[in-house]
């Protein structure tokens, strides 16, 4: 069941994710939650996220849930506290929490639009999904910076070394799902093909390695 489902949030608690949980399935929508540590992928790519609780939700049911949590925060918004980090934020710094949504929970995306507004700056849908659709944009890209981890997994997979394998697998079928639940290839064409081509040297050598190291037994 989980394999069916994408990633729609992730929380630093368990606290902080079930109360997301209660809210989605209050609102019918399967929700499954999974503390995961980071996939071997995103070591690769040199990214510093902790370990979190994931949700996971239906693709489908991605901008139902959106609407869900927008409504929840708008309801909400009158009983924030004035000492509120957000209302400390500067002009940019709001604007960039529309930008980066997916960094930022629903009640941060909802207040920021209302305190720009409340600046006079104008926010209306046509901005938010064109900040949404620049921002998809750039997490669609693929992973820099691979160069290491390609040598190393040439290196392993001549050697016989099993790690070859997991390397190679990662480069070739890697994925990252992006906030409205599409998954797209972590990595480059170009790292990809180096990634197949790391994944079959393994798989020929590390078995006649193995013989070979069964073998010296006798």
Do not use: C
Not at 13 to 32: G, M, R, S
Not at 44 to 52: A, D, E, V, Y
Not at 139 to 149: H, V, Y
Request: hydrophobic share 40%.
């Amino acid at each position: 069941m989980q394999e069916e489902y994408s990633i729609f949030r992730r929380f630093p608690t368990l606290e902080l994710a079930l109360e997301i949980k209660e809210l989605l399935e209050n609102n019918d929508i399967d929700v499954v939650i999974d503390d995961n540590i980071p996939p071997v992928d995103v070591t690769f790519s040199g990214s510093t996220l902790q370990h979190k609780i994931e949700l996971r939700i239906n693709e489908a049911d991605f901008e139902k849930a959106e609407d869900i949590l927008e409504q929840h925060s708008n309801a909400v918004l009158d009983e924030i506290d004035k000492d509120y980090y957000l209302f400390s934020f500067t002009d940019k710094e709001l604007y960039d929490v529309l930008l980066k949504s997916d960094e930022w929970s629903s009640l941060d995306y909802t207040l920021a639009q209302k305190l720009l507004k409340e600046r006079g700056k104008s926010i209306d849908k046509e901005l938010l999904i064109s900040l949404k659709k620049q921002r998809l944009e750039e997490l669609a890209k693929p992973d820099d910076n691979q160069q290491a981890w390609i040598i190393a997994g040439y290196i392993f997979s001549i050697l016989g070394g099993f790690l070859g394998l997991i390397v190679g697998y990662f480069l070739w079928t890697s994925k990252k799902t992006l906030p409205n639940g599409q998954k797209v290839d972590s990595y480059s064409l170009k790292d990809k093909k180096h990634g197949k081509r790391i994944f079959y040297i393994g798989v020929i050598i590390a078995p006649i390695v193995l013989i070979m190291k069964m073998l010296s037994y006798f």
